[in-house]
């Protein structure tokens, strides 16, 4: 037998229920709309880390030791040093990895660093001894011992990158290693 339907036993009964199930209906719109942005955030940043595994994490701005004072010559002709850290992209952690190379050299106030790498299209600069000038072997241009342009027709649009050096106990050289855009007149750090 059917057993006979409930029904509200007032009228205010039945707005009490109405209400409560709207209440329900918008707590449960309002979580899934929270999950939804909690698994979004971490989603992209993933994404973001994947499709660019190159992205290095901790390369760059770091203070390094790179070499003593004695190693370097007292005329102020300038050694190139390697520089050597750790190196993390997105899928793996590289342990003393070499990523670039400085142009150390003594100069009357102290120590100069140089960044290698040509601002015009980022080819390794060497140094001419004979000249006593740093030069580019991909288009040619040619920079004084301070990183100068030497020729007003350049093909670099800056000078050689000068990076920060410290000098701590007395003969230690510090210099903090960044790599920067080229290909612009402005220095600008690389991300
Ligand atoms: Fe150095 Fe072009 S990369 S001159």
Known sequence: MNSPAKSPCCSGCEK?????QRRGFFA???????GGAALAIPAAAGAVS??????QKGSAGKLLRLANLETLPEDGTPRKFPVVMDRTDA?????????GAVFLRRTKDGVEALQVICPHA??????DE????FYCPCHQASFDLDGKRLDEKSPSP?????LEVELRNKNEVWVKYETFRTGTPQKVADA
């Not at 449960?28 to 929270?34: C, D, E, F, G, N």
């Not at 994947?50 to 992205?55: A, D, E, G």
């Not at 980022?122 to 140094?127: D, E, K, L, Q, R």
């Not at 800056?158 to 000068?162: I, Y």
């Open 28 to 34: 449960k719109a309002l979580a899934v709309v929270m």
């Open 91 to 99: 899928w793996s952690h590289f342990a003393n990895e070499p990523v």
């Open 16 to 20: 009490t229920d109405g209400v409560q």
């Open 50 to 55: 994947f499709l660019n595994p190159l992205r």
């Open 158 to 162: 800056r000078d050689l990158d000068m």
């Open 130 to 133: 004979a000249n006593k000038r």
């Open 122 to 127: 980022g080819c390794y600069v060497g140094f």
